[in-house]
T-cell receptor, first 114, second 109 residues
């Protein structure tokens, strides 16, 4: 593994289903982030984690949950998917969690909720 | 509210120079980032400005004026591979990153 990986690359999901997007980094970064990117809008922060064991809510947290059991992994769960959650999801990490550091992004997961 | 404004799309010619502007209205300021994002790919870091002035990095330069709430990204000697979206993001007083919608740059031969 080099950098940040995300899985799956893409997914089509029926509304109401539960889905977990996976994110793993091997850079030993303390901070990790989940964003969604929609056409015509800037990246919007869903949840973040400044260090293992802690998480925080971003701009659009409703309908999503995260956990940070260790430094490397930061999964994002949609408990009951809705069509408005159709988006491209990016995981990112940075050395420290003050948002003032360069963020390194994973390749993204394209999610379609029908 | 907080707002980042960038042109939606720009077109330029290979070998030329292009300036992509970003204006912001945020609650405080702790720095401004530029990222490049090729279609279907992840954003990658280009620059970070926290003080006024111009910072040059190869063919790319980034300028900041905090008093005007304004930044630009200058790309020189344009290459076809520079066709991408360029994202401006501002770190506000709460150290939250506010992202612009991005400027899609199209390079023509």
């Amino acid at each position: 593994i080099a950098g940040i990986t995300q899985a799956p690359t893409s997914q089509i999901l029926a509304a109401g289903r539960r889905m977990t997007l996976r994110c793993t980094q091997d850079m030993r970064h303390n901070a990790m982030y989940w964003y969604r990117q929609d056409l015509g809008l800037g990246l919007r922060l869903i949840h973040y984690s400044n260090t293992a064991g802690t998480t925080g809510k971003g701009e659009v947290p409703d309908g999503y949950s995260v956990s940070r059991a260790n430094t490397d992994d930061f999964p994002l769960t949609l408990a009951s998917a809705v069509p408005s959650q159709t988006s491209v999801y990016f995981c990112a990490s940075s050395v420290e969690g003050d948002f003032g550091n360069e963020q390194f992004f994973g390749p993204g997961t394209r999610l379609t909720v029908l | 509210g907080q707002n980042i404004d960038q042109p939606t799309e720009m077109t330029a010619t290979e070998g030329a120079i292009v300036q992509i502007n970003c204006t912001y209205q945020t609650s405080g300021f702790n720095g401004l980032f530029w990222y490049q994002q090729h279609a279907g790919e992840a954003p990658t870091f280009l620059s970070y400005n926290v003080l006024d002035g111009l910072e040059e990095k190869g063919r790319f330069s980034s300028f900041l004026s905090r008093s005007k709430g304004y930044s630009y990204l200058l790309l020189k000697e344009l290459q076809m591979k520079d066709s991408a979206s360029y994202l401006c993001a501002v770190l506000d007083s709460n150290y939250q990153l506010i992202w612009g919608a991005g400027t899609k740059l199209i390079i023509k031969p």
